[in-house]
């Protein structure tokens, strides 16, 4: 059987119509990139963030591939929020931010040890299941959801 080396273009989208294939055409552009320009400037250290994800040291990769799955459902702001690990009880130095996610009790109380009083008492924060519980039952799955799901109606209000 032979086959067409180069077919006409209107023949090929033709074709690609009848599959229900949208062709994507990279897009060009018009300016010329300026990669002299200075980047812009990253939020201060003392600023609050919107998120942070405190999980424990030692996590698998499947668990944190499962916290990583999670948080981009619900959109950038949490898939791109910082995930610091808890190590024998300790919390290196957690910035502020508006709202926490945190996975296990061990981790809650690691942080609540590390943050001052007035970050606590202007921050949301969320308690869930440790990874591994997560991965083992269903109701850890809902618990999960449903943290995720109050995380974001937090992040939806308005910044104080």
């Not at 943050?115 to 308690?127: K, M, N, W, Y």
Request: proline share 9%.
């Amino acid at each position: 059987m032979a086959t067409l080396a180069h077919a006409s273009t209107a023949h090929r989208e033709r074709v690609l119509r009848v599959l229900g294939v949208t062709p994507w055409v990279r897009r060009v552009s018009s300016q010329p990139v300026a990669f002299d320009e200075p980047a812009p400037a990253a939020p201060s250290p003392g600023a609050p963030g919107d998120c942070v994800v405190v999980l424990p040291a030692g996590c698998s990769s499947r668990e944190l591939d499962l916290v990583g799955r999670a948080l981009t459902s619900f959109g950038p702001v949490l898939a791109r929020a910082p995930r610091i690990e808890v190590s024998n009880g300790q919390l290196p130095a957690a910035p502020e931010a508006r709202a926490y996610l945190v996975f296990g009790e061990a981790q809650a109380h690691a942080l609540g040890r590390e943050l001052p009083a007035a970050a606590l008492s202007r921050a949301h924060i969320v308690l869930a299941d440790e990874p591994a519980g997560v991965l083992a039952s269903a109701a850890g799955k809902r618990r999960l959801w449903n943290a995720l799901r109050s995380l974001r109606r937090a992040l939806a209000g308005p910044a104080e």
